[in-house]
Nanobody
Framework: QVQLVESGGGLVQAGGSLRLSCAAS????????MGWYRQAPGKQREFVAT???????NYADSVKGRFTISRDNAKNTVYLQMNGLKPEDTAVYYC??????????WGQGTQVTVSS
């Protein structure tokens, strides 16, 4: 059974930084793609960034140049470094673990609040 546990969220002023972590239990972490998604109040969940098995990355246009996704397969952990945070980045951030084709797993989310 795979479990994903996010951490690192919090309250930060605009322009500040946070680093989110997502620790995965179970084996075969390196075989999965990993991603971060977010959901703001009243809005649908949206893509933020993904990192493939071999380290290829993709970002939403809204976070390019500000956010960096990375992974440490030895620690079964994926990170999201967020710099230059804006109030519109306020959301619950979710970690996703996926294979294509194959199962998809989600974490419970961590709240990020950016004050202006």
């Amino acid at each position: 059974q795979v479990q994903l546990v996010e951490s690192g969220g919090g309250l930060v002023q605009a322009g500040g930084s946070l680093r989110l972590s997502c620790a995965a239990s179970g084996s075969s972490f390196s075989r999965y793609g990993m991603g971060w998604y977010r959901q703001a109040p009243g809005k649908q969940r949206e893509f933020v960034a993904t990192i493939g098995r071999f380290g290829s990355t993709n970002y939403a246009d809204s976070v390019k140049g500000r956010f960096t996704i990375s992974r440490d397969n030895a620690k079964n952990t994926v990170y999201l470094q967020m710099n230059g945070l804006k109030p519109e980045d306020t959301a619950v951030y979710y970690c996703k673990m996926f294979t294509v084709p194959g199962p998809t797993y989600w974490g419970q989310g961590t709240q990020v609040t950016v004050s202006s």
